[in-house]
């Protein structure tokens, strides 16, 4: 809309320049102005009547003629002037013939008697003629500005704010806002249009909400099962244990201790598996509740013993101090982080510890492979396994490491994964 009035102030412009050039030109040159005809007609009809009452020139009327006019005698003398005003200005056949006014002799009886002079060159009619063409042009110039200036606001009114309402509603749109309906105006020219894009609004916001009813379902539906799962697989886990210990007392049959032991730890992965993806489900749904509390620290050591079933942590000295932790969801962090590094190093685990500012930092620390610099930043991503992990015969899900990230964060925590000698887990805990 800006360069359309942009472009009404040019064309006016250039109209004004127009209508001025057309002045000057008009009435630069008055030397080449014609007598006007009618002019010629009134001095021959004056020189007529001059004539045929020579002497006496009363007979003519003065208001008859349109145009002042001098009849002279043979010497020069007024002998009538229809403007008693102009008296005083002296008039000669001479200055008739500079000044380019038309004159037309007397003759009386074969003889020059006087003339008669017509004290208009034609400049006054051109004049006005040129002032009235001025005056046109201008009055159509204006109604021509103002009928751009209307049909201007009416285009805005009518067909550039509507379409720009448009473009900023498919933003919102395409922003994920469906919430807020199309605005639309009376006559609108967009009317159907508009209506069109407002009713797609409406029929995406509802299948987003199917959409989301639906994925909540599915998550619910997998909490309910993972929950559902845990019963039997706890009952397999018992019952391989129960097995094991009789075969144990009762026959050195090895093999079927060995077999008895891989049903448990078999069981224990899938339980491990099923508690991940309970945890995972429960934050997708927004219910992964985490309650802080003021706990010693030597809470950790306890935590480390319960999970490390290998025997492969050694733990450096710990700072007594407070921290402040939900005690059970740490465990599932240490708990993820210690069967991660069984799964992939299955080397000797160091744990070590050190105040710094608000935090305790206790650092997890395998000496296994590690992970390629690369992939660092994605190993806390959900379902995320690195190339390696694909590659190796190791089961997992890619929760572990997600759901210890998550939980540390619900702590007012940080974990940071990097590699120092094989892969390191730095777990910043708050202190209370």
Same mark, same amino acid.
């Given at each position: +809309?800006?360069?359309?009035?942009?472009?009404?102030?040019?064309?006016?412009?250039?109209?004004?320049?127009?209508?001025?050039?057309?002045?000057?030109?008009?009435?630069?040159? +008055?030397?080449?102005?014609?007598? $006007?005809?009618? &002019?010629?007609?009134?001095?021959?009809?004056?020189?007529?009547?001059?004539?045929?009452?020579?002497?006496?020139?009363?007979?003519?009327?003065?208001?008859?003629?349109?145009?002042?006019?001098? !009849?002279?005698?043979?010497?020069?003398?007024?002998?009538?002037?229809?403007?008693?005003?102009? @008296?005083?200005?002296?008039?000669?056949?001479?200055?008739?013939?500079?000044?380019?006014?038309?004159?037309?002799?007397?003759?009386?009886?074969?003889?020059?008697?006087?003339?008669?002079?017509?004290?208009?060159?034609?400049?006054?009619?051109? $004049?006005?003629?040129?002032?009235?063409?001025?005056?046109?042009?201008?009055?159509?110039?204006?109604?021509?500005?103002?009928?751009?200036?209307?049909?201007?606001?009416?285009?805005?009114? &009518?067909?550039?704010?509507?379409?720009?309402?448009?473009?900023?509603?498919?933003?919102?749109?395409?922003?994920?806002?469906?919430?807020?309906?199309? +605005?639309?105006?009376? $006559?609108?020219?967009?009317?159907?249009?508009?209506?069109?894009? *407002?009713?797609?609004?409406?029929?995406?916001?509802?299948?987003?909400?199917?959409?989301?009813?639906?994925?909540?379902?599915?998550?619910?539906?997998?909490?309910?099962?993972?929950?559902?799962?845990?019963?039997?697989?706890?009952?397999?886990?018992?019952?391989?244990?129960?097995?094991?210990?009789?075969?144990?007392?009762?026959?050195?049959?090895?093999?079927?201790?060995?077999?008895?032991? $891989?049903?448990?730890?078999?069981? *224990?992965? !899938?339980?491990?598996?099923?508690?991940?993806?309970?945890?995972?489900?429960?934050?997708?749904?927004?219910?992964?509740?985490?309650?802080?509390?003021?706990?010693?620290?030597?809470?950790?050591?306890?935590?480390?013993?319960?999970?490390?079933?290998?025997?492969?942590?050694?733990? *450096?000295?710990?700072?007594?101090?407070?921290?402040?932790? *939900?005690?059970?969801?740490? @465990?599932?962090?240490?708990?993820?982080?210690?069967?991660?590094?069984?799964?992939?190093?299955?080397?000797? !685990?160091?744990?070590?510890?050190?105040?710094?500012?608000?935090?305790?930092?206790?650092?997890?620390?395998?000496?296994?492979?590690?992970?390629?610099?690369?992939?660092?930043?994605?190993?806390?991503?959900?379902?995320?396994? @690195?190339?390696?992990?694909?590659?190796?015969?190791?089961?997992?899900?890619?929760?572990?490491?997600?759901?210890?990230?998550?939980?540390?964060?619900? +702590?007012?925590?940080?974990?940071?994964?990097?590699?120092?000698?094989?892969?390191?887990?730095?777990?910043?805990?708050?202190?209370?």
């Amino acid at each position: +809309m800006r360069n359309y009035y942009k472009l009404l102030v040019s064309i006016l412009v250039i109209y004004i320049l127009a209508v001025g050039l057309f002045v000057f030109i008009s009435g630069r040159d +008055m030397s080449k102005l014609q007598v $006007n005809e009618d &002019n010629v007609l009134i001095l021959n009809d004056i020189a007529k009547k001059a004539e045929e009452n020579w002497p006496d020139l009363s007979s003519i009327e003065s208001s008859k003629y349109a145009v002042d006019y001098v !009849i002279l005698d043979q010497n020069g003398n007024v002998l009538k002037d229809s403007n008693s005003a102009s @008296g005083d200005i002296r008039i000669s056949v001479e200055e008739a013939v500079k000044n380019r006014y038309p004159y037309a002799y007397i003759i009386v009886n074969n003889n020059v008697t006087g003339s008669v002079i017509l004290k208009d060159n034609g400049s006054s009619a051109i $004049n006005s003629m040129r002032l009235a063409t001025t005056i046109g042009f201008a009055v159509t110039g204006l109604i021509l500005a103002v009928g751009a200036v209307i049909y201007g606001i009416y285009i805005k009114k &009518n067909i550039i704010d509507p379409f720009r309402k448009m473009e900023q509603f498919a933003g919102k749109v395409a922003e994920g806002n469906l919430d807020e309906p199309l +605005m639309i105006e009376k $006559n609108n020219m967009f009317g159907s249009f508009s209506e069109s894009f *407002d009713i797609m609004r409406e029929e995406l916001s509802a299948s987003k909400q199917r959409e989301i009813a639906l994925q909540k379902k599915e998550r619910e539906t997998v909490a309910s099962l993972s929950h559902d799962l845990k019963t039997p697989v706890t009952g397999i886990k018992l019952t391989a244990e129960l097995l094991k210990a009789k075969e144990e007392m009762k026959s050195d049959d090895s093999d079927i201790v060995d077999k008895l032991d $891989n049903i448990y730890k078999k069981a *224990d992965e !899938i339980d491990v598996l099923i508690t991940d993806l309970f945890a995972s489900t429960l934050e997708d749904l927004g219910e992964f509740k985490v309650s802080c509390v003021d706990e010693p620290s030597s809470v950790l050591s306890d935590i480390l013993k319960k999970y490390d079933d290998k025997g492969l942590v050694v733990e *450096d000295k710990r700072p007594d101090v407070i921290i402040s932790i *939900d005690s059970k969801r740490m @465990g599932q962090v240490v708990g993820n982080i210690i069967n991660n590094s069984y799964k992939y190093a299955d080397t000797r !685990i160091d744990v070590h510890y050190e105040i710094v500012d608000d935090f305790l930092e206790m650092r997890i620390k395998d000496y296994g492979p590690g992970v390629p610099e690369d992939e660092l930043a994605h190993v806390t991503n959900k379902f995320y396994r @690195g190339k390696k992990q694909e590659e190796s015969k190791a089961e997992g899900s890619g929760l572990g490491l997600y759901i210890a990230n998550i939980l540390m964060q619900k +702590m007012n925590g940080e974990m940071i994964p990097s590699n120092d000698g094989g892969f390191k887990i730095t777990l910043l805990i708050p202190l209370s």
